[in-house]
């Protein structure tokens, strides 16, 4: 009991709970300003994800920026539940989890997006 106390009190103070609602590459990244600043950006740095809905390939399209770069995207088949939880102006976070100087695309660049509570 005295812990379930100590911990309620602790989430009272707190700024906000953040739940991880996903990890995933960063889906076009050899295509957008992702190759380009690669050795600028850093794991923790905050991205921006901005709904595409309009988006002519696919109607559940995620954009991510990182300081008004666009990177690329949420991967099509990672991005429904990203997409619907804008839609209904959920607050999303999204952080960059891993860099690397790798061959492959999509292992260059992973983030994680969690939902703010």
Do not use: C
């Not at 005295?2 to 889906?27: D, H, T």
């Not at 994800?49 to 690329?72: C, F, I, M, P, S």
């Not at 939880?85 to 959920?90: P, V, Y």
Request: hydrophobic share 45%; no cysteine; aromatic share 8%.
């Amino acid at each position: 009991m005295l812990l379930l106390s100590l911990w309620l009190n602790a989430a009272a103070f707190a700024e906000s709970i953040k739940i991880l609602v996903q990890s995933s590459p960063l889906a076009g990244s050899q295509y957008y300003g992702a190759k380009r600043l690669r050795g600028e950006i850093r794991v923790g740095d905050r991205l921006t994800l901005t709904r595409e809905a309009d988006n002519r390939h696919d109607r559940n399209a995620v954009r991510v920026d990182w300081n008004g770069q666009k990177l690329g995207y949420v991967p099509r088949a990672e991005n429904r539940a990203v997409a619907q939880a804008l839609d209904a102006g959920e607050a999303l976070e999204a952080r960059v989890s891993a860099v690397r100087d790798d061959p492959d695309p999509w292992r260059r660049i992973e983030f994680e997006v969690f939902l703010v509570l």
